[in-house]
């Protein structure tokens, strides 16, 4: 249905249209979102815990976790609320590190990720390895800010931007897709933008 | 639904019924969708405009209106300048237009179903509309429950549905309303002219009967990482509190 009168706006650069979404715009600053107030979690009191349902695998506290390898990856990420931000370059630890320091191949093909201030938000684990996803420690060059997620939030770029739990403490293997905090409250199982996967009952 | 049926767009059109101007810079829209739906105050919808050429834009906003309004659903919309679609609701659009609409949506910042309370709200500017869908909804219930809403803008020409916030205030019914100003000296006695502060949560608390057991805060990110963080410092647990931010 074509809106009277709305004729253009903040159209996407031409070269840089096959690298938007449908529904988003390109967006230049880094907005923030969260469901509740900024925890600030100090890194002498951070952990991130590994588990297969109840039982914990393994657990890292900050100076262990930061000796795991780094790896950089710069990529454009695409939120929920329609802006879609270009080349966002980030620092952290790949998913595949992780297991790989724990020893373990996934036990299950489920996982929830866990945040410090009771967040949670469910990812298959084929979305996190193969170099897709990283608990990412640093944005441009620099430790992430609490208000974007910092100390570690996960990154999965691939998948709107509220998968990217902020404040990250664990990541747990469950037997079926569990739906998280944002899952149970409206918006999509899974949540890929190229198919516009946004809200429950979205093909 | 049968199996046989395609699945219903969850996008409809919705007509524009009347406009308000609420302050220099915010109008109301009302709409009336084709499919009328039931909301919970603090929900939002979606909005979709569509160019000839098939280029489409949509924003999310918050509902002002309460759910007992006969399916009319009012958006307050602030007209940012170098914004896309809320320059299109203030310099073209016009009753009789439609638009594309979906909802409701949401399902965290949303007045709660069994009445708990007390509640406190704290808006910052046009943050101040999901919280308003909720001071209506409690007066269209007549609602018992506790409610302070300290609503912060720049200047008095600037706080959104403010006639109708001090009538509600008037009726001393458990509504408490306090008014804070960032950049204009305060107009009636007991409201402030400064900035969201941990002092002013105290206060804003002290006017309830007792602690509230859910804080909705909502505005720009600035306001609310101020607000949310001067109430974890008046003692509120961070767990009630829930945020919405104008991202952008």
């Given amino acids: 249905m074509v809106t009277r009168g709305f004729l253009s706006g903040r159209r996407p650069p031409t ?61 454009d990420i695409h939120c929920v609320t329609a802006w879609t931000k270009f ?35 469910n990812v298959p684990i084929k979305d996190l390895t193969a170099g897709k996803a990283m608990v990412a420690l640093f944005y441009e060059g620099k430790p992430i800010t609490p208000d974007h997620g910092g100390p570690a939030r996960l990154l999965v770029p691939h998948l709107y931007f509220w998968k990217s739990a902020k404040w990250l403490n664990g990541l747990q293997f469950t037997e079926r897709d569990e739906p998280g905090f944002w899952e149970l409250r409206g918006y999509h199982i899974y949540g890929d933008p190229w198919r516009e996967q946004r809200y429950t009952n979205d093909p | 639904m049968s199996d046989a049926q395609a699945p219903q767009s969850p996008w409809q059109t919705a007509g524009i019924v009347r406009i308000e101007k609420r302050t220099p ?10 499919r ?33 309004t006969d399916g009319v659903i009012e958006l307050a919309i602030e007209k940012l300048d170098d914004g896309e679609v809320s320059p299109f609701f203030h310099d073209v659009a016009a009753v009789g237009d ?32 999901p919280l308003m869908s909720m001071v209506r909804h409690r007066a269209k219930r007549n609602s018992m429950v506790p409610v302070a809403l300290v609503f912060s803008a720049r200047v008095w020409d600037e706080l959104i549905f403010r006639d109708e916030l001090i009538a509600l205030d008037d009726r001393k019914d458990g509504f408490d309303l306090v008014l804070t100003l960032t950049r204009e000296a305060a107009r ?34 600035a306001f609310v990482s101020a607000a949310a963080q001067a109430l974890i410092d008046a003692g509120v647990a961070a767990d009630i509190i829930r945020t919405e931010r104008y991202g952008v």
Wanted: proline share 11%; with cysteine; hydrophobic share 35%.
């Fill in chain 1, 15 to 75: 070269d840089g249209d096959a690298r938007i979404p449908p529904g988003q715009y390109l967006e230049q600053g880094f907005p923030v979102l969260s469901a509740g107030p900024t925890p600030r979690v100090r890194t002498e009191e951070w952990s991130f815990t590994l588990k297969h349902g109840p039982r914990p695998i393994k657990k890292w506290n900050w100076a262990e976790f930061n000796a795991l390898p780094l790896t950089k990856m710069t990529r």
């Fill in chain 1, 87 to 121: 080349d966002t370059p980030w620092q952290g630890v790949l998913i595949d590190d992780i297991l790989a320091d724990a020893g373990i191949e996934p036990p299950t093909a489920f996982t929830l990720a866990h945040s410090f201030d009771g967040y949670s938000t």
């Fill in chain 2, 25 to 34: 810079r915010v109008t109301s829209f009302f709409f009336q969708p084709s």
């Fill in chain 2, 36 to 68: 009328p739906f039931a909301y919970r105050a603090g929900q939002h919808v979606d909005v979709r405009l569509t160019a000839p050429d098939g280029y489409q834009a949509r924003r999310s906003y918050s509902i002002a209106s309460a759910p007992e």
């Fill in chain 2, 98 to 129: 439609e638009v594309e609409l979906r909802g409701p949506l949401g399902g965290h910042f949303i007045w709660p179903h069994d009445d708990s309370g007390p509640l406190l709200l704290v808006g910052g500017g046009s943050g101040v509309v």
């Fill in chain 2, 188 to 221: 009636r006695p007991a409201d402030y002219s400064r900035r969201v502060d941990v002092p002013m949560m105290v206060q804003s608390m002290a006017r309830l009967p007792g602690p509230p057991d859910i804080a909705f805060v909502c505005g720009s990110n």
